[in-house]
């Protein structure tokens, strides 16, 4: 490929990369496509072997995106929100104007660093005067690829498509204004509360000077105040108080629109956290605790603004409404199984070692949390048929099983008895999680007096069973 002129490779770059989207796209084609980019890519890089290394080049690159911390959330929003930056964008902008674009002040700079006769005021005064530096071509290359079809999609190969080119503006929109941005974030509380924004007005008067001198970065000023909000739903009442009219309507043709975009977006955020949470968080409890939070933010939403008013709006919240019920539907579902799994005596392999399954345990403390969740979110999550069947399974599952492990033991001894012990722990822990701590404290009593009888001669119902009986009388 070397033979080629760039005119050449930059056509080639664009097939390959249409040919990605297609269905059964040949392997090689990720690995050819990246030999045809970096044939793209200009050979002037910095050099790795500059005094301080690779670890005060990467202090160099924190302290250059410092300003940009209010503005960064991991997650890739399905429609991304105009001051929200993507982190991990980050390191593909540093690489760009590292080797691209002020690849000469970024070496001085660096080299600076490394020098330990260098204090650290003046490399703080050269990191600033390199974002300033920055901030300057940055707005020359978007204004080049604005005017130029093949500069933006050398940039949209580099920063990640339309998408990175976005993230790109937002940055460079960020340290251009950082001579009176972030005197205005360090004017605003560390955590703003529901109150402050909704009835005080020191944050609203900072923030109405600030709409009023910079219009454009409203939506910059709103990203900030979501991510120190304590009740990020509170800013649509916010919003209203800026515009002088709560109406939906009013809201959205105003110049505050983006407040209430922004609490949409962090709807949409933690769809995404709780999805997550589902697929790849081992903690059980943190799918729960994502659904919880998103619950607040809705209800918070839904009682301060009638959606049904505002098209757009509505529409984002009700898809991610969807997908997370969606997704809690097929926990529900799986509760029963999962709960009677967890409740399984371990079996002992052939060297007598006891099989202990925690990952079934870990599965079942989820569910049961996320029952005990949407049980009082029935208002956000379409779940209330299955959340119904499902509650009456698990409670019916848990108590006659946990009765009947306790019961058991009694009966067992030796080596059993220490499976059988572990399965009624897990059991009255479990039991815990969804019953609570009295109904799990009788149990615990039930289990000690099992352990010390031959049998259970017990008469009667059990106390376990008219607890459970009572508990479930309140419900």
Same mark, same amino acid.
């Given at each position: 490929?070397?033979?080629?002129?760039?005119?050449?490779?930059?056509?080639?770059?664009?097939?390959?990369?249409?040919?990605?989207?297609?269905?059964?796209?040949?392997?090689?084609?990720?690995?050819?496509?990246?030999?045809?980019?970096?044939?793209?890519?200009?050979?002037?890089?910095?050099?790795?072997?500059?005094?301080?290394?690779?670890?005060?080049?990467?202090?160099?690159?924190?302290?250059?995106?410092?300003?940009?911390?209010?503005?960064?959330?991991?997650?890739?929003?399905?429609?991304?929100?105009?001051?929200?930056?993507?982190?991990?964008?980050?390191?593909?902008?540093?690489?760009?104007?590292?080797?691209?674009?002020?690849?000469?002040?970024?070496?001085?700079?660096?080299?600076?660093?490394?020098?330990?006769?260098?204090?650290?005021?003046?490399?703080?005064?050269?990191?600033?005067?390199?974002?300033?530096?920055?901030?300057?071509?940055?707005?020359e290359a978007l204004h080049n690829a604005e005017v130029s079809e093949k500069e933006r999609r050398r940039m949209g190969i580099e920063?990640?498509?339309?998408?990175?080119?976005?993230?790109?503006?937002?940055?460079?929109?960020?340290?251009?204004?950082?001579?009176?941005?972030?005197?205005?974030?360090?004017?605003?509380?560390?955590?703003?509360?529901?109150? @402050? =924004?909704?009835? +005080?007005? *020191?944050?609203?008067?900072?923030?109405?000077?600030?709409? %009023?001198? !910079?219009? /454009?970065? $409203?939506?910059?000023?709103?990203?900030?105040?979501?991510?120190?909000?304590?009740?990020?739903?509170?800013?649509?009442?916010?919003?209203? @108080? =800026?515009?002088? +009219?709560? *109406?939906?309507?009013?809201?959205?043709?105003?110049?505050? %629109?983006? !407040?209430? /975009?922004? $609490?949409?977006?962090?709807?949409?955020?933690?769809?995404?956290?709780?999805?997550?949470?589902?697929?790849?968080?081992?903690?059980?409890?943190?799918?729960?605790?994502?659904?919880?939070?998103?619950?607040?933010?809705?209800?918070?939403?839904?009682?301060?603004? /009638?959606?049904?008013?505002?098209?757009?709006?509505?529409?984002?919240?009700?898809?991610?409404?969807?997908?997370?019920?969606?997704?809690?539907?097929?926990?529900?579902?799986?509760?029963?199984?999962?709960?009677?799994?967890?409740?399984?005596?371990?079996?002992?392999?052939?060297?007598?070692?006891?099989?202990?399954?925690?990952?079934?345990?870990?599965?079942?403390?989820?569910?049961?949390?996320?029952?005990?969740?949407?049980?009082?979110?029935?208002?956000?999550?379409?779940?209330?048929?299955?959340?119904?069947?499902?509650?009456?399974?698990?409670?019916?599952?848990?108590?006659?099983?946990?009765?009947?492990?306790?019961?058991?033991?009694?009966?067992?001894?030796g080596q059993q008895l220490e499976a059988q012990l572990i399965a009624a722990d897990n059991a009255i822990m479990l039991s815990e999680?969804?019953?609570?701590?009295?109904?799990?404290?009788?149990?615990?009593?039930?289990?000690?007096?099992?352990?010390?009888?031959?049998?259970?001669?017990?008469?009667?119902?059990?106390?376990?069973?008219?607890?459970?009986?009572?508990?479930?009388?309140?419900?």
């Open positions: 490929m070397q033979s080629l002129s760039p005119k050449a490779v930059e056509a080639l770059v664009r097939n390959l990369e249409q040919a990605k989207l297609k269905k059964g796209e040949d392997p090689q084609i990720q690995f050819v496509l990246a030999a045809a980019v970096g044939l793209l890519r200009k050979p002037q890089v910095v050099s790795p072997d500059m005094p301080g290394g690779e670890q005060r080049r990467s202090q160099i690159q924190r302290m250059f995106f410092a300003p940009l911390e209010d503005f960064l959330i991991n997650e890739t929003l399905p429609n991304r929100q105009e001051g929200r930056i993507e982190r991990a964008v980050l390191e593909r902008v540093w690489k760009w104007l590292s080797r691209d674009v002020i690849a000469t002040d970024v070496q001085t700079v660096l080299e600076q660093a490394g020098n330990a006769k260098v204090s650290g005021e003046r490399v703080d005064a050269l990191v600033q005067a390199l974002r300033t530096r920055a901030a300057d071509a940055i707005a920063l990640g498509g339309e998408r990175g080119i976005a993230e790109l503006r937002d940055i460079q929109k960020v340290f251009a204004a950082e001579r009176w941005l972030l005197p205005f974030l360090q004017n605003l509380p560390e955590h703003i509360n529901e109150h @402050r =924004l909704k009835q +005080d007005y *020191d944050v609203l008067r900072l923030v109405e000077k600030c709409s %009023a001198r !910079f219009p /454009d970065h $409203v939506p910059v000023i709103a990203a900030a105040l979501v991510e120190r909000a304590d009740t990020p739903s509170a800013l649509c009442s916010f919003a209203g @108080r =800026l515009n002088g +009219d709560d *109406d939906p309507k009013a809201i959205a043709n105003s110049q505050f %629109a983006p !407040f209430v /975009d922004v $609490v949409m977006s962090e709807a949409e955020r933690l769809q995404i956290l709780a999805l997550k949470h589902r697929n790849h968080n081992p903690d059980p409890v943190a799918f729960s605790q994502a659904l919880s939070e998103y619950h607040s933010l809705v209800r918070g939403v839904e009682r301060d603004m /009638d959606l049904s008013l505002s098209g757009k709006w509505h529409k984002q919240l009700s898809e991610t409404k969807k997908t997370l019920s969606g997704e809690i539907t097929r926990e529900l579902n799986n509760a029963h199984g999962a709960i009677r799994r967890a409740l399984q005596v371990p079996k002992r392999d052939r060297e007598g070692k006891l099989l202990l399954d925690q990952a079934s345990v870990d599965e079942a403390v989820r569910t049961l949390k996320v029952v005990t969740m949407v049980r009082n979110a029935s208002e956000t999550f379409a779940v209330n048929d299955v959340g119904k069947r499902t509650r009456q399974a698990v409670e019916q599952t848990l108590e006659i099983v946990t009765r009947s492990l306790i019961s058991d033991l009694g009966k067992a001894k999680v969804y019953f609570g701590a009295d109904y799990a404290a009788q149990l615990r009593r039930s289990r000690q007096s099992a352990i010390t009888k031959t049998k259970n001669g017990a008469s009667g119902p059990s106390p376990e069973r008219k607890l459970v009986a009572s508990a479930l009388g309140k419900r």
